[in-house]
């Protein structure tokens, strides 16, 4: 099935450990964010790549890190896990960062529900 | 700062009834405003979208209406079904630049 695949779907992590959320898509979009959704407060944009090799910070990059070394991949990687970063992370992919190139918008995957201990 | 402000946080509509999200945004650069639906434990996905050039778009049960003057848009669901219980997010970007998401809706709708 093409889409945007997030693995794992569930992790508890202690604080102070690190951990990276694999995102991946096959639809050869060059466009490629990560979102972290919390109770009353939406999406918040964390991190996006526009292209193979370039990566820009979102509203809240605190604490986290990527990079796009392929078209196909954007890792998301938890330096030193806190409380505060106990959320569902979102992997979502586009032609374009407006996501309005295409009649298909944003691809989500389904998300990686995270919490730190 | 949200650049997008979504009401309300929450409604329960009857089987049959009609459920209205409004959203209000600021930046008058914005030029695409999309709605998406979120089922829980799922992602996001893309319902409907509009370009300020229309002021309203429909598609089945589902109706956008967009206010240019007021800076406003709204989703319309008429007819509401129990499938259609679900989180809604507004949206809106502008050219090239990124999607700017609202706090998201929890609708219900009761048999």
């Known amino acids: 099935n093409a889409g945007v695949t997030q693995t794992p779907k569930f992790q508890v992590l202690k604080t102070g450990q690190s951990m990276t959320l694999q995102c991946a898509q096959d639809m050869n979009h060059e466009y490629m964010s990560w979102y972290r959704q919390d109770p009353g407060m939406g999406l918040r944009l964390i991190h996006y790549s526009v292209g193979a090799g370039i990566t820009d910070q979102g509203e809240v990059p605190n604490g986290y890190n990527v990079s796009r070394s392929t078209t196909e991949d954007f890792p998301l990687r938890l330096l030193s896990a806190a409380p505060s970063q106990t959320s569902v992370y979102f992997c979502?992919?586009?032609?374009?960062?407006?996501?309005?190139?295409?009649?298909?918008?944003?691809?989500f995957g389904s998300g990686t529900r995270l919490t730190v201990v | 700062q949200q650049q997008v402000k979504q009401s309300p946080q929450s409604l329960i509509v009857q089987k049959g009834g009609i459920s209205i999200i409004n959203c209000a945004y600021e930046?008058?650069?914005?030029?695409?405003f999309p709605w998406y639906q979120q089922f829980p434990g799922k992602g996001p996905a893309l319902l409907i979208a509009?370009?300020?050039?229309?002021s309203e778009k429909k598609e089945g049960r589902f109706t956008i209406s967009f206010n240019k003057s007021a800076k406003q848009f709204s989703l319309h669901i008429m007819d509401s079904q129990p499938g259609d219980s679900a989180t809604y997010f507004c949206a809106a970007s502008m050219g090239w630049g990124k999607l700017q998401f609202g706090a998201g809706t929890q609708v219900v709708v009761t048999p």
């Open positions: 979502a992919s586009s032609y374009s960062a407006g996501g309005y190139t295409s009649n298909y918008g944003y691809t």
């Open positions: 509009i370009r300020p050039d229309v």
């Open positions: 930046n008058t650069a914005f030029d695409y």
